[in-house]
């Protein structure tokens, strides 16, 4: 199965439905906040808004056992290796979330220590914008990550290695 | 390093260190020897950033400082700038100010009472805290249409008059929290393992919590009965009457307390403020471009995590020469390692869920 | 509302007291608008701390700010101006001693006076780069201890100098 | 009833049914924590996930299946692999003799609803219960790093403290029922027509406290104490691995409710044996009384954790010997001088 394929044969493709619909209903997000959009994510887990009902219930405090890496604050340049060394400790199928405008862009701070932008060394996968982000605003970017999930095709990568940097 | 001590790194991504603080910890088997508090993980520049706005400009970074207690940040910077200018603030501005710092006291305490339960291992307190905050955040949303970074209170007044169908839904909102205080209370109060992980846990006495700098609610746990609402009283607090609730010996357990106290005495303050609120109209006249001639101002204020001052000096032109902030957390943090050698490990968590520190205040 | 009149007792006594016990560091002293704002060189700062902790009460170190003259006239001709602001707690009075330092000169450390000074010089140094003698350890509080420069001061630009990571 | 069938093929279904009962009660176990966990905090849970969030745990398992497995470069890899089997297989094996409900007569074949019945099945299922813990131990030294070590050293005080309590009070109803053989002590029970959990109530709350902490729950969850371990011993574990310790504790809980339901609360026997008046109850299979006691304490578990806060790890060890040994001793002379003088 070296030649790589456009649209998956029958049985991948059903494959590929039932894992990322696994994956994609069992998002465990990383417990990790910067600053205050750190306390609308905390919100946005709590009894109101409650992103359990969608299965990302369990905040993992070790990036080990997390798969949805959710920056929520100001990335500033003290912080940004950490942040880096943080994600590549994550296990591989793993997606990031760029939450609030701080993690986006810089957001309102054009200072001399903030990273403008966590983009520029996480690749991002979802930005949800916002100062902060409201809970609905950032459920919102979290299910049009889960529809992105949907979309991917898991056992490509598995049969093709290379196609994982291509990603 | 003796040989048997570890060196523990707590943070600066820890489940615990609310937000980015690094603790370097030398830990000889679970009992600390040496606590050294990192900081700078969350260093915006505000200070720097601030000489290049204008006053009006500033009030919304303001928010992002303790961005548990934004509404208490504009009221500390909003102040000065008023004293610095001279601007007289209509009496039902001050009043909607009190009714909105104090609100903003309530989100914070009980944002507060939910993250250190759940430092201590009482996960539902911290659903518990935050469903009631939600409803203190409604109401800001009602108000002015934002949830956590406020930015209510501007130069010169209030953003908005306080409708009586706003009134009314602030009474039943206020009339809802002393039975979910209750809740919280009746998990953790006489709870044999919160008290056996809180009391006598982190104690400071009265005289080094004021040579600490200690302030806010910690420094009341030691019987120190200094409320800067009652002693340099601004926006017409003194026209309210209330407890200074204190504690006696200053441990984790005395400052639990008397923070849920200071829910009750808000309710209280609220109440009274919205039974009194004056008539008039709720901002000044403030210039569009505001100029202010050269001069130093200090003002200080009592916010949920202690005396919050701002210090800002003028040159004439409409942006400041230089705002330079006290902030409460930063002083408090300093008085950490005071009351964590000698403790346990796990009593450091609790220790710092204690004083209540915002890394957002700490590192400016 | 700053209580008007000058006729505070106890801070007139600490004027007094200051104008006794260090006659040649006071260069200026006045009581107005219900605070004690003094002016002192290098060398009567400590003692004047530490008169005003143990004989008149100012128990409480309430803050301390540093203002980058550059390009005006400071006070006292001198690069930076470091305001110390101490609370008298029980009388809920405040005092503002301002010091003024080249940006080669360093001042005495508080520390030894008010244990709260610690950071607060910490933090002074690692933004102006104002130096203090005898700090237990006067190192850069937020930026990364490789960080060449002291981003509060005027001649430093706001996006920085180098490019980030 | 050939032989064939008798000799190869029940056995053979035995054994599955052994290890698939307990994956589904560890599968039920997640769904009913996440669910009655967030009940109790005034919020939803997962109800998105099929009918009410039931295919959760599915999710889940599929989920850890397919992500990358991270061994660090300086783990010991040997220790670090076996760790997350020992844990599993400690639970599992325990399961063997645990008596699921009354032998079934199938024309001549009796079947029996346990794997192995041996006079000291209650020793054996002790000991492969307090094997895990060489899992724990393996797993947190293996990771290489401090919190998980800190974890392993911190669980293997808390597990062995409370191996003591728990072997007393087991003994206070071997005792009673003067045979290790848990078949025989749930016949035992049924034959005085009183459970021993009424019986002797102070062995039954020490036993459910040192169970409680023996499998790292609720109050007593040092070991994995996220707000100060990080994430504790299976800091270092991600995907299948991690999968392994999550469901072994899952399934190390269900082994012990099981436990405390054979030896306190008569295994698979109606409720109040003795009252001739509540016979009509007896047309209800053993089994199912079986499973409905153990939901009870499972939902025991999930009802601690979600109030109590977390003990300090020297409070912890002060509450085990100077409370919880000493009330073990003295219970068990009680029974002793109970049963001598009767």
Partial sequence: MTETFERPPFLLAKADAFITWAQKNSLWPFGSGLACCAI???????????????????????????????????????????????????????????????????????????????????????????????????????????????????????????????? | MAFNEIELNMGPQHPSTHGVLRLKLAVDNEVVVRVEPVLGYLHRGMEKLWESLTYVQVVPLTDRLDYLASLSNNLAYVLTVEKLAGIEVPRRARYIRIVLAELQRLASHLAWAGFMANDIGAMSVLLYGFEAREEILDLFEAYCGARLTVHGIRIGGVVQDLDAALVSRIRTVLSRIPKRLADIRALLDENRIWKERTVGIGPITAADAIDLGLTGPALRASGVAWDMRKDVPYSSYDEIDFEVPLGRNGDCYDRYLVRLEEICQSIRI?????????????????????????????????????????????NGTDKPERVKMRSPSFVNLQSLEHMCVGCLFPDVVGILGSLDIVLGEIDK | MPETGAERPELLQALAALSGRVPAGLLEGAVEDGELR???????????????????????????????????????GRRFTVVYRLYMFPGARRARLAVDVGEEESLPSAVPVYRAADWAEREAFDMFGVRFDGHPGLRRIYMPDDFEGHPLRKDFPLAGRTGGV | MTPFVADVLIPVGKIVAVILYPMVMVVVMIWLERRVVALMQGRLGPNRVGFQGVLQPVADAVKLFFKEDIIQRQADRLLFNISPLLVMASSLLAFCFVPLGEPIRIGTYTLTLWIAESPVGLLIVLGLSSISVFGVIFGGWASNSKYPLMGALRSVVQVLSYEIPTGLTVLTVAFLARSMDLVEIVRRQESSGVWYGFLMPVSFIVFWISAV??????????????????????????????????????????????????????????????????????????????????????????????????????????????????????????????????
């Fill in chain 3, 38 to 76: 003094v002016r002192l060189g290098n060398e009567a700062l400590i003692p004047a701390l530490r008169l005003l902790k143990d004989e008149h009460g100012f128990s409480f170190f309430e803050d301390m700010a540093v203002f980058d003259n550059l390009g005006q006239a400071g006070e006292g």
């Fill in chain 1, 40 to 167: 609308e994510m905390i919100a946005t887990a709590a009894a109101r808004y409650d992103i359990a009902r969608f299965g990302m219930e369990l905040f993992r405090a070790s990036p080990r056992q997390a798969d949805l890496f959710i920056v929520a604050g100001t990335v500033t340049n003290k912080m940004a290796p950490v942040l880096r060394r943080l994600w590549d400790q994550m296990p591989d199928p793993k997606w990031c979330l760029a939450m609030g405008n701080c993690a986006v862009c810089g957001g309102p701070f054009p200072s001399y220590s903030v990273l403008q932008g966590v983009d520029k060394i996480i690749p991002v996968d979802v930005y949800v914008a916002g100062c902060p982000p409201t809970p609905q605003g950032l459920i919102h970017g979290l299910m049009v990550l889960q529809e992105k999930i949907a979309r991917s095709h898991p056992t490509k990568e598995i049969l093709d290695p290379d196609a994982r940097d291509r990603r």
């Fill in chain 2, 270 to 314: 609220v109440g009274q403020a919205l039974d009194g609120l004056p008539e008039g109209e709720h901002m000044a006249k403030v210039p569009r471009a505001l100029r202010i001639p050269p001069a130093e101002a200090y003002h200080a204020i009592e916010a949920p995590k202690g005396v919050l001052g701002f210090t800002i000096r003028s």
């Fill in chain 4, 213 to 342: 902490a023996e499998t790292n729950r609720a109050p007593f969850d040092l070991p994995e104490a996220e707000s100060e371990l990080v994430a504790g011993y299976h800091t270092e574990y991600s995907g299948m691995k991690f999968a392994y310790f999550y469901m072994a504790e899952y399934a190390h809980m269900v082994l012990v409710s099981s436990l405390v339901v054979i030896l306190f609360f008569g295994g698979w026997l109606p409720p109040f044996p003795g009252v001739r008046a509540l016979d009509f109850l007896d047309v209800v299979p053993g089994f199912v009384w079986y499973l409905v006691k153990i939901m009870f304490f499972l939902y025991l578990y999930v009802w601690m954790r979600a109030t109590f806060p977390r003990y300090r790890f020297d409070s912890l060890i002060r509450l085990v010997w100077k409370w919880l040994i000493p009330l073990a001793f003295v219970n068990f002379l009680v029974v002793a001088l109970v049963r001598y003088l009767r």
